[in-house]
């Protein structure tokens, strides 16, 4: 199973592989059945998560049901435990929407579709279809800002960052994650790494183009962000971190004076 989905990973367009998620997945995850693993996100249980990786599969990683990853179980938690997104309805602009938080958010805006905004710059899962670093909004237009895992992928992240801080109103916030090496005190990012193998091998994928380090704050404060660097994965007892599968990944709140 390993190999299958590092596979289709690295040799399916994303957008096919979008759409073939959907089922094929929680078909495979029939093989899956039992008790050992919550997902928080949808509430399915089974002995244990799926593997997922692009280079090195991770066990116990991807849900079968719902396709959350160890992240999005930890976001989820923090949305729905520490923020007042899903009471409150905010304006909301979720850029490259997880599908299992996609199919969360979309239901409960849907007495007031305008204030849910998706969008990407293909996934067909997405309303609207624009490159992050020219985002075609309105200043201070939302009132929630949703980007996560995807500032890796851009060629100019600090650009795309400073849209991110345009189009979020004052007094507004949002959480912004990306992959953050602890290891690194500054991030690592070369634009003559062109060759999507060599990519691969230096920075885990072939699509990335940075190593965040632990300067990754720092990098959002540029753009005018004040930011919190939350450990929340700390928060959850042992046995709820291993039933969940949770990462040690932190939550980077964003807020806009």
């Not at 996609?102 to 293909?122: I, M, N, Q, S, V």
Request: charge should be positive; aromatic fraction near 10%; charged fraction near 30%.
């Amino acid at each position: 199973m390993k190999r299958l989905i590092r596979w289709a990973l690295n040799r399916i367009p994303r957008p096919m592989l979008q759409r073939m998620a959907g089922w094929a997945v929680p078909l495979a995850g029939l093989l899956y059945k039992g008790r050992g693993a919550e997902c928080p996100v949808c509430g399915a249980r089974y002995r244990r998560f799926m593997p997922y990786g692009y280079v090195h599969s991770r066990s116990n990683a991807l849900c079968p049901n719902c396709l959350s990853l160890e992240r999005h179980r930890l976001l989820w938690l923090y949305l729905s435990r520490e923020t007042e997104l899903l009471q409150k309805l905010p304006r909301t602009l979720h850029i490259a929407p997880e599908v299992c938080i996609l199919r969360h958010l979309k239901p409960r805006f849907a007495g007031c579709p305008e204030r849910y905004l998706t969008a990407d710059l293909e996934s067909p899962l997405a309303d609207l279809h624009f490159d992050v670093q020219r985002i075609p909004l309105a200043d201070g237009s939302v009132d929630t800002v949703l980007c996560n895992h995807l500032l890796e992928h851009v060629a100019d992240d600090r650009q795309a960052l400073r849209e991110l801080h345009r189009v979020l109103r004052p007094g507004g916030w949002g959480i912004v994650l990306s992959p953050v090496d602890p290891a690194r005190a500054t991030t690592y990012e070369d634009d003559t790494i062109t060759d999507p193998a060599e990519r691969t091998r230096i920075f885990g994928q072939y699509d990335h183009r940075r190593i965040y380090g632990r300067d990754y704050a720092d990098r959002l404060r540029e753009a005018g962000f004040e930011v919190a660097d939350i450990d929340y994965a700390a928060t959850f007892s042992d046995a709820e971190r291993r039933l969940y599968a949770l990462p040690e990944d932190h939550i980077y709140m964003v807020y806009k004076k």
